[in-house]
């Protein structure tokens, strides 16, 4: 079992109906509010009005800044910083999925940084001059989509289009300091983006579940538990989008996959690296990258890691394993994955996002000069080199 540091310090207010709390938690906080949200808000209309009326209600002020797009971008956080400052706001409120939330994350640090704010940005090439955020105002974060955890953790992603880079920011700073995770938020969540959702949750505790150490039995528990969670409760969702229980045991499993619960020791995400290059070359959605890149990725490396491959068939896709080999075993837990993630509706090839294999190359490379660490290769176990990393991308097709 590995050794670990372990810090959450997140207020967590969960459940049905908890948004209401807001302008009272809001307000022993601060007085004055950037609320970080999209661009385009229409669906998100309704619930920008009440959260509007909540913190009124308290005498809180309100500063909009509803810019951040999909995958934020750092000229993005710069501005909204800059606004921050200008309006010496004493309090940062993101609602919305992961993006929004980032974006509010990353121009709470900026408020309280000096220099350039790429400088906090963790990727190959700047790793030597990154240097990680320290301050930050306090957050307040309301999901609104259950995927990627940003409401309980310490990092956001960020993407710099001059660069065609998109990488991390991690520091205790960006704890948020209140989560308020109301499923109730997410009844009204399209199918594709709930099954997007659903295959990024899978994937931030299957990464590390089949690269991790494998002597660390809660952990993989855990990890186990977060995927069956989901794939118990996706179907019940998309079957009945307001089916409120089943949205909420989705909704808890997003927050917990990446929390630090299932992880303590380990940081292990390949398919995340090939993924982030896939949405900033083709725009691929961030759930959709994942679940093209996790089949694949398996198919490829699942000889090298036999123990926990075969647990995965036996303990998550509950695959019978009597009278079979060990191989097959594996393959057929690979493969009932694989239609589970076709029967949600999510992609699980590049042909089906338009890729050629003529792109792939240079998706290679992008992988290399971002994410390939010192000794010239992905961090995985075992670790990923650059034709491991194109053999997996053609299995993808
Ligand atoms: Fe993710």
């Given at each position: 079992m590995n050794n670990f540091d372990y810090y959450n310090p997140v207020h967590v207010i969960f459940g049905a109906g908890e948004l209401s709390r807001l302008g009272t938690e809001a307000g022993k906080i601060g007085k004055k509010i950037c609320l970080v949200s999209y661009k385009e808000l229409t669906c998100l209309h309704g619930l920008m009005q009440r959260i509007r009326r909540l913190l009124e209600k308290e005498g809180l002020e309100i500063i909009p800044f509803f810019e951040a797009e999909p995958n934020p971008e750092i000229e993005t956080i710069k501005k909204g910083a800059a606004l921050c400052k200008r309006e010496q706001v004493d309090l940062i409120i993101g609602v919305g999925g992961g993006s929004a939330m980032d974006a509010a994350k990353a121009i709470a640090a900026g408020v309280c940084y000096e220099g350039d704010l790429w400088n906090m940005v963790y990727s190959r090439h700047d790793a030597i001059q990154a240097i990680p955020p320290v301050e930050a105002l306090p957050t307040l974060m309301i999901p609104t989509l259950p995927a990627t955890g940003s409401e309980m953790n310490n990092c956001a992603v960020l993407t710099n289009r001059t660069l065609g880079e998109?990488?991390?920011?991690?520091?205790?700073?960006?704890?948020?300091?209140?989560?308020?995770?109301?499923?109730?938020?997410?009844?009204?969540?399209?199918?594709?983006?709930?099954?997007?959702?659903?295959?990024?949750?899978?994937?931030?505790?299957?990464?590390?579940?089949?690269?991790?150490?494998?002597?660390?039995?809660?952990?993989?528990?855990?990890?186990?538990?977060?995927?069956?969670?989901?794939?118990?409760?996706?179907?019940?969702?998309?079957?009945?989008?307001?089916?409120?229980?089943?949205?909420?045991?989705?909704?808890?499993?997003?927050?917990?996959?990446?929390?630090?619960?299932?992880?303590?020791?380990?940081?292990?995400?390949p398919m995340h690296q090939i993924g982030h290059v896939l949405t900033t070359r083709h725009k691929i959605p961030h759930g959709a990258s994942l679940s093209i890149m996790m089949p694949a990725w398996m198919e490829y490396m699942a000889d090298r890691r036999k123990t926990q491959y075969y647990r995965f068939a036996v303990n998550v896709m509950q695959i019978n394993p009597d009278h079979k080999s060990k191989n097959e075993v594996i393959r057929e837990g690979i493969i009932a994955f694989k239609s589970f993630l076709k029967e949600i509706g999510v992609p699980v090839s590049l042909q089906a996002m338009n890729i050629e294999p003529a792109d792939l190359p240079a998706i290679v490379q992008d992988v290399i000069k971002i994410s390939f660490n010192e000794k010239g290769v992905l961090h995985a176990n075992p670790p990923a080199t650059a034709n491991d990393v194109m053999r997996v991308l053609e299995v993808a097709f």
């Amino acid at each position: 079992m590995n050794n670990f540091d372990y810090y959450n310090p997140v207020h967590v207010i969960f459940g049905a109906g908890e948004l209401s709390r807001l302008g009272t938690e809001a307000g022993k906080i601060g007085k004055k509010i950037c609320l970080v949200s999209y661009k385009e808000l229409t669906c998100l209309h309704g619930l920008m009005q009440r959260i509007r009326r909540l913190l009124e209600k308290e005498g809180l002020e309100i500063i909009p800044f509803f810019e951040a797009e999909p995958n934020p971008e750092i000229e993005t956080i710069k501005k909204g910083a800059a606004l921050c400052k200008r309006e010496q706001v004493d309090l940062i409120i993101g609602v919305g999925g992961g993006s929004a939330m980032d974006a509010a994350k990353a121009i709470a640090a900026g408020v309280c940084y000096e220099g350039d704010l790429w400088n906090m940005v963790y990727s190959r090439h700047d790793a030597i001059q990154a240097i990680p955020p320290v301050e930050a105002l306090p957050t307040l974060m309301i999901p609104t989509l259950p995927a990627t955890g940003s409401e309980m953790n310490n990092c956001a992603v960020l993407t710099n289009r001059t660069l065609g880079e998109k990488s991390y920011i991690w520091g205790n700073c960006l704890y948020p300091k209140v989560s308020i995770i109301d499923p109730e938020l997410t009844l009204t969540l399209p199918a594709y983006q709930t099954a997007c959702a659903a295959a990024d949750t899978i994937s931030h505790v299957l990464e590390i579940y089949l690269n991790g150490e494998e002597d660390s039995d809660l952990q993989h528990y855990f990890q186990e538990g977060v995927m069956r969670t989901v794939m118990d409760n996706v179907g019940k969702v998309l079957a009945d989008p307001e089916n409120l229980s089943a949205r909420s045991h989705l909704q808890w499993a997003a927050t917990c996959a990446i929390n630090g619960w299932a992880s303590p020791g380990d940081a292990w995400t390949p398919m995340h690296q090939i993924g982030h290059v896939l949405t900033t070359r083709h725009k691929i959605p961030h759930g959709a990258s994942l679940s093209i890149m996790m089949p694949a990725w398996m198919e490829y490396m699942a000889d090298r890691r036999k123990t926990q491959y075969y647990r995965f068939a036996v303990n998550v896709m509950q695959i019978n394993p009597d009278h079979k080999s060990k191989n097959e075993v594996i393959r057929e837990g690979i493969i009932a994955f694989k239609s589970f993630l076709k029967e949600i509706g999510v992609p699980v090839s590049l042909q089906a996002m338009n890729i050629e294999p003529a792109d792939l190359p240079a998706i290679v490379q992008d992988v290399i000069k971002i994410s390939f660490n010192e000794k010239g290769v992905l961090h995985a176990n075992p670790p990923a080199t650059a034709n491991d990393v194109m053999r997996v991308l053609e299995v993808a097709f």
